[in-house]
């Protein structure tokens, strides 16, 4: 049997009482989040963009999340995949750098909204697309990043297609034909970090509506290779093509049940790649340990994985004067000097005004990094370490052992409800703000989600 037939078995076989309540809380915290990440970011522009593109003359039975008005299945699953990523406020799979949630919830919600299911059956849905997919991210030791490639997107079909596939209850035989026509549909160029351009923010969204069109194919008898993962032609033999970074199938499989990846998805405290995170942490601890302003600061060092340094570091210029507020998410220069200067990072962080700031900008030029050897030998750790030089000759150092949000050192509930409100307090009434949270916090015992989902959509600002 290959991986991704045992993978398939393994699925439809998922009952809810196989599900420890540790991975149910986390799945379900996850959810809360996310909801509130892509509410957050309905009005963006680029998600008006992608929604007029898609809507023009169409119409579906399916719901997008916190609009009125339905669609076809495909764009719903495309437009929530843009929202749940545009802002770079989504969670991450640490180990793998898969941002697992985004695609899993934004395939998955539509079809468990349209059809009435409960919470239990999202959390499953969604539970089934983050375990698979992270799974699939530790298969091949080799760090995409470095290859070009960006994991969300190449995964986050497979992890959509699986969570659809829990959603709408497939047989296992046509699951597999669904993952191996996703073989085909897996891609994700990294070159919009370069230039900050909109595609990078599409990843999800097109991974979401793949794996949807995948499944309908399925459905209708298409098939697709079970050997996708492990036959001779496998995704990782063609997209690794590295005869040292030899990939091991069987971790998809291996202890899948009692070994839970998901509860090693790290919800974000800041709008940014994650592992800048822990950078912005200790500054922020030496800032206001010591009361500084960003005038007092001389120079600002980060100590980096070598592994991290082209996608956050350099080009240097490119990091110091970042293009868009997405090229600046990615920056850990602008990222660490933003915050500092403004005293914050939340969904407002890196408006373009922000980037035009001379303060930020001043600041930012400042901040240097150090390859640490001794960083990223522990995958599944996320921290990081900050020296300050100030004007005055003194030296500050703190280090944040491990990312707040990460299974080490996790978010709080009272967190998740902070973050929340802060991502919905201007978007939907004060008591519809509560009604959600209460609703998703409980979402577990949730008889029918439909009510809910449709109440949080509201005319878009």
Avoid at 198 to 217: R, T, W
Avoid at 250 to 272: F, M, R
Avoid at 340 to 361: M, Q
Wanted: charged content about 20%; glycine content about 8%; proline content about 5%.
């Amino acid at each position: 049997m290959n991986v991704s037939e045992q993978a398939a078995c393994w699925l439809t076989g998922l009952r809810w009482e196989d599900i420890p309540a540790d991975v149910v809380e986390s799945v379900k915290l996850q959810i809360f989040d996310l909801v509130g990440v892509m509410l957050a970011s309905r009005a963006d522009p680029l998600v008006r963009k992608v929604r007029a593109g898609l809507l023009s003359g169409k119409s579906g039975g399916y719901a997008i999340l916190g609009h009125t008005g339905n669609t076809s299945l495909a764009s719903a699953a495309m437009v929530n995949g843009v929202m749940s990523c545009v802002l770079e406020f989504d969670d991450t799979h640490v180990a793998s750098s898969i941002h697992a949630t985004s695609a899993s919830l934004s395939a998955a919600l539509p079809v468990c909204q349209q059809s009435g299911a409960s919470g239990k059956d999202l959390i499953t849905a969604v539970l089934a697309g983050n375990e698979l997919s992270s799974r699939l991210g530790l298969v091949s030791p080799a760090r995409l990043y470095s290859l070009g490639i960006h994991p969300t997107g190449v995964f986050g079909v497979f992890g959509a297609a699986y969570a659809l596939a829990k959603a709408r209850r497939l047989k296992p035989e046509v699951l597999v034909n669904a993952i191996g026509i996703c073989g085909s549909m897996s891609a994700a160029l990294m070159a919009s970090w370069e230039d900050g351009t909109d595609a990078k923010s599409l990843h999800v969204g097109l991974a979401a509506s793949d794996a949807v069109k995948a499944v309908a194919l399925a459905e209708q008898g298409v098939s697709g290779p079970a050997g996708v993962f492990d036959g001779r032609y496998n995704w990782y033999r063609a997209h690794v093509q590295d005869p040292a970074a030899k990939s091991r199938p069987e971790v998809l499989v291996d202890q899948l049940g009692s070994e839970w990846e998901t509860l090693n998805i790290a919800s974000k405290a800041y709008p940014s790649a994650f592992p800048i995170h822990p950078y912005i942490d200790a500054a922020f601890h030496l800032q206001r340990e010591h009361r500084l302003a960003p005038g007092d600061i001389e120079e600002i060092t980060c100590h980096i994985t070598e592994a991290r340094v082209a996608t956050l570091c350099e080009p240097v210029a490119e990091k110091l004067r970042p293009l868009t507020a997405w090229h600046a998410r990615v920056s850990l220069q602008h990222s660490i000097a933003e915050a500092l200067v403004t005293g914050r990072s939340d969904k407002n962080a890196y408006a373009p005004e922000h980037l035009a700031n001379p303060a930020i900008n001043t600041l930012a030029a400042k901040v240097k990094y150090a390859v640490d050897p001794q960083e990223g030998a522990d995958k599944s750790r996320s921290g990081g370490r900050v020296d300050m030089r100030l004007r005055d000759g003194r030296a500050l150092t703190h280090t944040v052992e491990h990312m707040r949000g990460t299974r080490r050192n996790p978010l709080q509930r009272e967190d998740f409800i902070a973050k929340f409100r802060s991502n919905t307090g201007d978007v939907l009434p004060a008591a519809l703000v509560d009604e959600a949270i209460g609703g998703l916090l409980d979402l577990d015992h949730m008889a029918d989600i439909a009510p809910l989902f449709a109440r949080l959509a509201t005319p878009v600002a």
